[in-house]
């Protein structure tokens, strides 16, 4: 793959992207709204999780691996002390899957220290390195965040912070939402096509950003909007608001789809719309573009159950006999991330995570519901199982088109050769996974259901064709340079 790791211990899926966090507050500490926040983000990124904060005189940090509630004690957060901070949960797609790696990323330099959480990837992360490299940065880890860091603290040397920032987002290309600690001010900053989510919300005592709403929700904040494409903005240490301000602005975006349909928690709110509803108006739409007549509508869980429930009330609205049905039960101490190196391995844990309820399928025609196939491990499975259960005919019906090429915008999707849909026909893969019949979302629905036009989407592992310049691969825009914005801060 472009970002160089390694996918091959992954068991199934489109895995995780990882999470960021911001806080500044009036006068509590933000270690615990931190902890919190990352901990409601945990489906984002289970291999490392940290924070960091400021206490107005030095920083403070502390970076584990492995998940939120087993990274930090009781003690390890009294020690973070200071009202403003950031936090990370890290799903690697760039550099060593080692504590070296994982964020936020804090250094101390002349002008002061810095801390940065980054959910993204870098495409050209390699020569950046390689031009700090020249003029005297000396890296830590391997990976792309790092880089970000370091240009950074490069530009303040000699910019105001906003024109800094500024700078490094000329300079990075590919996706990224930031938090960022200067000193004790917390920065967000969004990619200019903003491909990563990234929100804002106000809390009592001050304001918070996240990479979506349900971690407001859990501080019992209020969404206040999105971050737009290419804005900066500011906290104000004590909590009071923020500022904006629109740095750097393109054409068009280039959203991640994916997020709507797999990464983010239907319980979040992105472009102004639930989650929740968005899966929900795909399966309606599923119903619409492929339903097909069966006794029972069926979800895989978890994230196909949304898109079960919009497909199941559409084809009621249809045909009121059809049951929905939840008969397969999830074992819910699996994670969506397993560490199993073999196809075996991968099998076995499907078989370990889902179990068929046999009264619900037995000698019934059963649509299984999912929102995506990637390897097709899952769906393969499944298959199989419903039919031992006693299942006549098994229907696959997915709420996503047919994923075709890498993702290399901070999704791990597994090579070409790992996809099962890069070389085969809709009707081969209906095949290799052994269903009566198989239909996708087209991309078109997609692009309705979301309310974006194909050009304001990043649509590159269902196309093949990228909205970024990445070297061995087609794009599918004329890739602008940036479109300079104001420096002054933007009304809100
Ligand atoms: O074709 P595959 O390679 O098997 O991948 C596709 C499956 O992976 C994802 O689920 P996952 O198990 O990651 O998580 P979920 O429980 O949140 O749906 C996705 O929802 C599909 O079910
Ligand atoms: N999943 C992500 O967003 C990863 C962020 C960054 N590229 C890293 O690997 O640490
Ligand atoms: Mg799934």
Redesign the pocket.
């Known amino acids: 793959m472009a970002n160089g790791r390694d996918d091959s211990h992954h068991i199934?899926?489109?895995?995780e992207k990882c999470g960021v966090v911001g806080v500044a507050l009036g006068d509590r500490d933000a270690a615990r709204p931190l902890y919190y926040s990352l901990y409601a983000l945990q489906h984002r990124g289970q291999e490392s999780a940290g924070i960091v904060t400021h206490d107005g005189f030095q920083q403070h940090s502390h970076v584990q691996m492995g998940l939120v509630g087993d990274a930090f004690s009781a003690s390890d957060l009294d020690g973070l002390n200071g009202q403003a901070g950031i936090g990370h949960v890290r799903y690697p797609t760039a550099g060593d899957v080692t504590k070296s790696c994982a964020q936020p990323f804090a250094v101390s330099f002349k002008s002061g220290s810095l801390g940065l959480a980054h959910n993204g990837n870098l495409v050209n992360a390699d020569e950046l390195r390689d031009e700090l490299e020249n003029f005297g940065h000396a890296f830590t880890s391997t990976g792309d965040t790092e880089v970000i860091a370091h240009d950074l603290a490069r530009n303040l040397l000699e910019e105001d912070l906003v024109r800094a920032v500024k700078r490094t987002m000329e300079r990075i290309h590919g996706s990224y939402a930031l938090t960022i600690m200067h000193d004790e001010t917390v920065l967000g900053v969004r990619d200019p096509e903003g491909n990563r989510p990234l929100c804002i919300g106000k809390l009592d005592d001050g304001y918070v950003l996240a990479s979506e709403s349900a971690a407001i929700d859990t501080l019992d904040g209020e969404l206040v909007r999105d971050v737009r494409p290419g804005e900066l903005v500011v906290l104000e240490p004590d909590g009071s608001g923020f500022d904006s301000y629109q740095l750097v602005e393109r054409e068009n975006t280039a959203h991640c789809f994916f997020e709507h349909i797999?990464f983010a928690r239907p319980d979040s709110v992105m472009n102004d719309t639930l989650v929740y509803e968005v899966r929900r108006g795909l399966g309606r739409k599923l119903w619409e573009e492929a339903g097909v007549d069966t006794d029972v509508v069926m979800p895989?869980?978890?994230?196909?159950r949304a898109f079960a429930s919009g497909y199941a009330e559409a084809a009621q609205e249809d045909d009121a006999s059809v049951e929905f049905a939840e008969g397969l039960m999830?074992n819910r101490y699996v994670g969506?991330t397993f560490i199993m190196p073999t196809q075996d391995e991968r099998e076995r844990a499907v078989r370990l995570?889902l179990n068929p309820i046999k009264s619900t399928v037995e000698g019934k025609s059963v649509t299984l519901i999912?929102?995506?196939?990637?390897?097709?491990?899952?769906?393969n499975q499944l298959v199989q199982l419903l039919r031992e259960a006693g299942a006549e005919e098994v229907h696959m019906r997915i709420g996503a088109p047919p994923i075709v090429a890498p993702c290399y915008m901070g999704i791990n999707m597994a090579t070409r050769e790992e996809l099962?849909a890069s070389d085969k026909s809709v009707d081969e893969v209906c095949d290799t996974i052994q269903a009566d019949s198989l239909s996708y979302l087209s991309i078109d629905a997609v692009s309705e259901v979301l309310e974006k036009s194909r050009s304001d989407l990043c649509l590159g592992c269902v196309t093949g064709e990228y909205p970024y310049d990445i070297d061995g691969e087609e794009t599918d825009r004329d890739i602008s340079r940036p479109v300079v914005g104001a420096d002054a801060p933007a009304d809100d």
Not at 12 to 15: F, H, I, K, R
Not at 300 to 304: E, K, L, T
């Open positions: 199934s899926g489109p895995t797999y895989v869980p978890d994230s196909g999830k969506r995570k999912d929102d995506s196939i990637v390897r097709g491990t899952t769906s099962i």
